[in-house]
């Protein structure tokens, strides 16, 4: 099973800064890594799929990057309505996977 | 537009079944894999399986072989989802999603859209 670690667990920023969120796979998933956003009470939404191509409707700031078994999510400048619970996936290897989770918080 | 709509939260007992429900719209049912995905409280989400609805196959994470039955009604375009033997740790908010993120005429293999969950609570 691959395991995705997501740091940090918690990121306090304050609007219009940039965020910074990172997944670490156990082995390399390829480019094949997806990032959700999940506000309370609602569904996890696509943002960001095959590492680094936005969703449609999801804003420029949203961007994806990295390869193998390191990738981050940037969040150019943050708008209040980006504070959330953020997941990383892959579904190279059975069974899929989800990083644990960074809490995006307003600082 | 594409939608998928779950049935409305349950409380059952330990030992006890509960059967999830995932109504399709906007689209066609029978082209698309449904996955469930379930969340408890404080933890990270965890994928349970998938039910191809044009065929029935189905396939399921280790952690719930035995436990799990995932079918569908083509006729009704919805999906189920049934745990058998529930235990505390079974409560959690239960997702079903469609493996088919469409762009420009192409789609892919990532969870869009979801379904709004239902939240499965195991309590004696």
């Known amino acids: 099973e691959i395991v995705l670690t997501q740091s940090p667990a918690t990121l306090s920023v304050s609007p219009g800064e940039r965020a910074t969120l990172s997944c670490r796979a156990s082995?390399?998933?390829?480019?094949?890594l997806a990032w959700y956003q999940q506000k309370p009470g609602q569904a996890p939404r696509l943002l960001i799929y095959d590492t680094s191509s936005r969703a449609t409707g999801i804003p420029a700031r949203f961007s994806g990057s990295g390869s193998g078994t390191d990738f981050t999510l940037t969040i150019s400048s943050l708008e209040p309505e980006d504070f959330a619970l953020y997941y990383c996936h892959q579904r190279t290897n059975w069974p899929i996977t989800f990083g644990q989770g960074t809490r995006l918080e307003i600082k | 537009q594409v939608q998928l709509l779950q049935s409305g939260a349950e409380v059952k007992k330990p030992g006890a079944s509960v059967k999830v429900s995932c109504m399709a719209s906007?689209?066609?049912?029978?082209?698309?894999?449904i996955h469930w995905v379930r969340q408890a409280p404080g933890q990270r989400l965890e994928w349970m399986g998938w039910?191809?609805?044009?065929?029935?196959?189905?396939k399921h994470a280790q952690n719930f072989q035995g436990r799990v039955t995932m079918t569908r009604d083509t006729s009704i375009s919805t999906a189920y989802m049934e745990l058998s033997r529930l235990r505390s740790d079974d409560t959690a908010i239960y997702f079903c999603?469609?493996?088919?993120?469409?762009?420009?005429?192409?789609?892919?293999?990532?969870?869009?859209?979801w379904g709004q969950g239902t939240l499965v609570t195991v309590s004696s």
């Open positions: 906007g689209y066609t049912f029978t082209a698309f894999y």
């Open positions: 999603a469609r493996e088919g993120y469409c762009t420009n005429g192409v789609c892919l293999h990532w969870f869009d859209p």
């Open positions: 039910i191809n609805p044009s065929t029935g196959d189905t």
């Open positions: 082995q390399s998933v390829n480019n094949y």
